[in-house]
């Protein structure tokens, strides 16, 4: 479908890197800009390019999550416990996914490009507030669901208890609709719901949607893989760059306070989502 | 298996997720030393399905370590879980 020129070879491990970053700073943006890579740059039928996108998925999450889990800083429990209803949507958008026409997923993808921008947008602006929050939040003893990680740009643990898991285990099917359907994995859904429903601290949230979405993405991929929509030659060069990417990514995150650099990438993604609906009509 | 704790547990899921990728990567690059023939397609299948059932793996272990610790209900989550993974190897084009 591609040929892998050195040039090609480059341009994709550069790219992977740059996906590998974001991906584990931020905790959503990988899957929403490696589909439209592959599809603009390389011209791949849309579908190839979403199981790409998982396969790369599943390579971040792992690596991300094999630091995060023992750091302490993914909730394993609140994970496992919202990964049903994710593992149920990606299962079920991925055959929708695989029935549709690929024109229409693309206009789909497009248009959901757009509040994953914007969603992307208000955080960068948030992200300062939310973190004086968090510290104070349900500090009861009793709860059970009580949890905690140190955060060292804070210098202290924080405490947390997730709440309205029912809620947020209605809204995680969506999260998994998200990566079946569009390859974005759904950290822009799990993200959010962790952070502002649960009342999960922005850092933990992050760690524990990049653990989560490597499941559904694997989800997904089991069918992809068994139905041949994998390119086995292209994700292992993306991941190649991906892995090293998510390696400086992590370290970014742990210490970071923040991040400007997201009012970028919203724009950026604007200008993704005018250019695949653009490609779609040509 | 008695003195499992859960950073023991732990431990070992960031084992597996990182072994997985590595696993991953070592055989996939290596596939591209016969670039030209079957094994090459054969061996970077073989990757691909070392990095799918990663999160798999992980989540088996979860579900016989959370049950070796006596939590019950996460150990049922995740099998829960990987009932659901399971079933999705049945959706055919």
Same mark, same amino acid.
Request: glycine fraction near 4%.
């Given at each position: 479908m591609v040929e892998l020129t050195i040039l090609n070879i480059v341009l994709i491990i550069v790219f992977g890197i740059f996906i590998g970053i974001l991906g584990s700073s931020m905790g959503v943006g990988g899957g929403a800009f490696?589909?439209?890579? %592959? &599809?603009? *740059?390389?011209? /791949?039928?849309?579908?190839?390019?979403?199981?790409?996108?998982? &396969?790369? /998925?599943?390579? =971040?999450?792992?690596? *991300?999550a094999s630091v995060n889990v023992e750091r302490g800083l993914t909730n394993v429990r609140l994970g496992i416990f919202l990964e049903m209803s994710m593992a149920i949507?990606? /299962? &079920?958008? =991925?055959?929708?996914?695989?029935?549709?026409n690929s024109s229409i997923i693309q206009l789909l %993808?497009? $248009?959901?490009?757009?509040? *994953?921008? #914007? =969603?992307?947008? #208000?955080?960068a602006k948030k992200t300062?507030? =939310?973190?004086?929050?968090?510290?104070?939040?349900?500090?009861?003893?009793?709860?059970?669901n009580l949890s905690t990680f140190f955060d060292p740009s804070l210098g202290r643990n924080v405490v947390y208890a997730p709440k309205k898991l029912k809620t947020a285990f209605f809204f995680s099917f969506f999260g998994g609709v998200m990566s079946g359907l569009f390859g974005l994995g759904g950290g822009i859904v799990q &993200?959010?719901?962790?952070?502002?429903?649960?009342? *999960?601290?922005?850092?933990?949230?992050?760690?524990?949607?990049? %653990?989560?979405?490597?499941?559904s993405a694997s989800a997904s991929a089991i069918i992809l893989f068994k139905n041949g929509y994998i390119l086995g030659d292209i994700a292992t060069f993306l991941i190649v760059g991906v892995v090293i990417g998510s390696i400086i990514g992590m370290?970014?995150?742990?210490?970071?306070?923040?991040?400007?650099?997201? #009012? $970028? $990438?919203? $724009?950026?993604?604007? %200008?993704?989502?005018l250019k695949m609906i653009w490609s779609v009509f040509k | 298996m008695k003195s499992l704790s859960e950073k023991k547990l732990f431990e070992i899921i960031s084992d597996v997720l990182r072994s997985g990728v590595v696993l991953f990567m070592v055989i996939s690059l290596f596939s591209f030393l016969f670039k030209n023939s079957h094994f090459h397609q054969y061996l970077l299948n073989l990757a691909l399905i070392i990095l799918i059932l990663t999160p798999v793996m992980r989540i088996l272990i979860l579900a016989v370590g959370f049950y070796k610790l006596g939590d019950k209900r996460y150990s049922f989550y995740s099998s829960v879980i990987l009932i659901l993974l399971f079933l999705g190897l049945f959706i055919k084009k």
């Open positions: 490696i589909v439209p890579f %592959f &599809v603009l *740059v390389f011209s /791949i039928p849309i579908k190839y390019a979403i199981a790409v996108s998982l &396969v790369s /998925i599943i390579a =971040t999450s792992s690596a *991300v949507g990606s /299962i &079920v958008s =991925t055959f929708v996914m695989m029935k549709t %993808f497009s $248009f959901m490009l757009l509040p *994953v921008a #914007l =969603t992307m947008f #208000l955080k300062k507030k =939310t973190e004086h929050k968090e510290i104070s939040l349900n500090l009861n003893k009793d709860n059970k &993200v959010p719901v962790m952070n502002i429903l649960c009342g *999960v601290p922005i850092k933990a949230a992050t760690a524990t949607s990049n %653990f989560m979405i490597g499941l370290k970014f995150l742990y210490k970071a306070k923040g991040s400007t650099i997201q #009012l $970028f $990438f919203s $724009f950026l993604l604007m %200008f993704l989502s | -």
